[in-house]
């Protein structure tokens, strides 16, 4: 059964930065696309970054383009996604997720994606 699990997150001052970490099982990660959402307080879920299946190409929304960095650890069947320059913004549940087979594309769209991880909070304040 493919599970999902994220860590990593916590309280994080402006300016700072964190390591979301993402485990799978049941599913060999690196044949997938792979994707990083989240959810802020009273709004709905957001698409923030992404990795295709094909060709490893990473992709981003706006809000955090220049600030999150998405890898793969094929030998450790995980996913990262790198937090910098956080701000009070940023502030969500972080989950992961993966489609149910070949998604032929990196998609920051929650329609594309049936596996989710339990989420990991990231809280941005001083």
């Known amino acids: 059964q493919e599970q999902l699990v994220e860590s990593g997150g916590g309280l994080v001052q402006p300016g700072g930065s964190v390591i979301l970490s993402c485990a799978a099982s049941g599913f060999i990660m690196e044949y997938y696309a792979i994707g990083w959402f989240r959810q802020a307080p009273g709004k709905g879920l957001e ?3 992404c990795v295709s299946d094909v060709d490893e190409r990473a992709g ?6 220049g600030r999150f960095t998405m890898s793969r650890d094929e030998a450790k069947n995980m996913v ?8 009070p913004e940023d502030t969500a549940v972080y989950y992961c997720a993966a489609p149910f087979g070949a998604l032929g594309k990196c998609s920051l769209l929650e329609k594309d994606y049936v596996h989710w991880g339990q989420g990991t909070q990231v809280t941005v304040s001083s």
């Not at 981003?60 to 383009?65: E, G, I, L, M, R």
């Open 60 to 65: 981003y929304a706006d809000s955090v383009k």
């Open 47 to 49: 698409g923030v970054s």
């Open 80 to 87: 990262y996604l790198q937090l910098n320059d956080l701000k």
